[in-house]
């Protein structure tokens, strides 16, 4: 049969593109500079990258065979890239719950925002900053807040113990700081 007379099938690309469920019944918590990224990423796409996309498709179109026309194809492809990343941005961004992590700045409790230094068992410490889903960046020391070391942190106080579950086992670790950003002077 004739590739022209096939459906094209996506779902590799999308196993490889697997998102981060949210949490069954939680909320998707994300800082106000997390959702701006992702709100300005949204709007690039729409009124930049995509329209740019679509001019290309429709003159690679208008030249003629489509079956082997690289701009045709590639376009195409990135185009469906493009609407995959709209679609997740949209609903993300309508489920998502602003928190300011500035309103708890001075305190020593762990909430959402926080970064927390701790120490592990072995002595070594680590720092992370705990996040929304669609923000964290482990490369930066950025942990969700539903991932297993943010979740044991929450609501402990600087001083306090707690334990980690971890692969290999349950691990006790300590609250040696806790930070927040400071709030933004309004202009007014």
Request: proline share 5%.
């Amino acid at each position: 049969m004739s590739k022209a007379f096939t459906k094209e099938n996506d779902s590799e690309e999308e196993d490889e593109l697997a998102l981060p469920e949210l949490p069954a019944g939680g909320k998707n918590y994300i800082t106000p500079a997390g959702y701006t990224r992702l709100r300005d990423e949204l709007l690039q796409l729409i009124d930049d990258e995509r329209p740019k996309v679509v001019e290309v498709v429709h003159w690679a179109a208008s030249n003629g065979d489509r079956s082997e026309n690289g701009d045709y194809l590639y376009g195409k492809k990135r185009l469906r890239e493009i609407d995959r990343r709209i679609r997740f941005l949209t609903k993300r961004l309508e489920v998502a719950e602003v928190t300011d992590p500035s309103l708890h700045h001075g305190r020593d409790q762990i909430f959402f925002g926080a970064r927390v230094t701790y120490a592990d068992e072995g002595g070594r410490e680590r720092t992370v900053t705990i996040l929304g889903i669609d923000e964290a960046d482990s490369s930066l020391g950025q942990v969700s807040w539903v991932s297993p070391v943010a979740r044991a942190l929450l609501k402990a106080r600087r001083g306090d113990e707690v334990k980690l579950l971890t692969p290999m086992g349950v691990q006790d670790i300590e609250v040696l700081a806790v930070e927040y950003p400071a709030p933004t002077a309004v202009a007014g």
